[in-house]
């Protein structure tokens, strides 16, 4: 018995394996390097989206993808340009935003010096091949301080100002801090010269926005972000193409996409705080179903929160804001 039960544990493990390779496999299949305009682009068809510079001395990463699939993603790039990685930009603290940080900080050149590296293994200590790889500092603050399903973290360097500037590629990059939007530690990256903005889990079109409260998310912040972002944002002629938006999740923006997305935040959150006004309880709220109108383009069918988890969290920031 005890040999036919090893048997069948093996036969389960190497099922298993195989499935795994199958799904690593067909998601590398869907991937696409997308041209999104001058030396920006982005990946697509990840967990998340990518942005990427490539220029003629360096490559600037932001966020990064599940480890199983940067072999197939650099693979796409290095069609394209053979130069090492410089920067890593990390949007926010999120398992899927962070999880190839510590095999994007392997493709540099031994040209930089880090300050931080918090993970499982090493406290604090320099990075080793070359890259920075950027945060707000509350990323680092919510990763030691918030329960939260990240085994380990790689870190170079951060900042605590409203925003850190850096050259790069002959392209001036601003990473601006988004307080309290998504978290608390959110950023969002603007390529100046190629007009591009990478926007992190704060813009997620096709979805309703995920406001993590216990990192220190808000649905006026979400809002106030929103609104920098349109404020950064140039169209083109007739309000298309003009400077394009990267965000978390989704498909390129522009103006308009942000505007419409903006709005869709802003009418739900408004009708929710009337509601709680007039006396009603979170119950009493999703009963009213806030989002009635908006639900066939945002609710779930993509991923990302369903409509009630939105509905709640609006209610319980607009409740904590109260307070």
Known sequence: MKKINNIINGIMTLLFSMSLIQSVNAQEENLSLLHVQDQVYMLYGADVNITVQIGENSLVFVDSPDPAIIPAMMAMIREVSDRPVHYLITTHLDPLHVAGNEIIETLGDNSGVGIFRPDSSVAVGGASAGVTILSHENVLNRFYLTENDIPSLTITNTYYSKKKDFFENDE???????PNAHTDGDSIVYFRNSDVISTGDIFTPGLYPDIDLELGGSINGLIDALNFILDLIVPGPFAEGGTYVVPGHGRIGDEIDVVEYRNMVYIVRNRIKNLMENGANLEDVL??????????????????????EFIRSVYLSLQRDME
């Open 172 to 178: 001036a990059i601003i990473v601006y801090h988004m």
């Open 287 to 308: 009963a009213s179903d806030p989002t009635f109108d908006y639900d066939t383009e945002y609710g779930g069918v993509r991923g990302g929160p369903s409509n009630i």
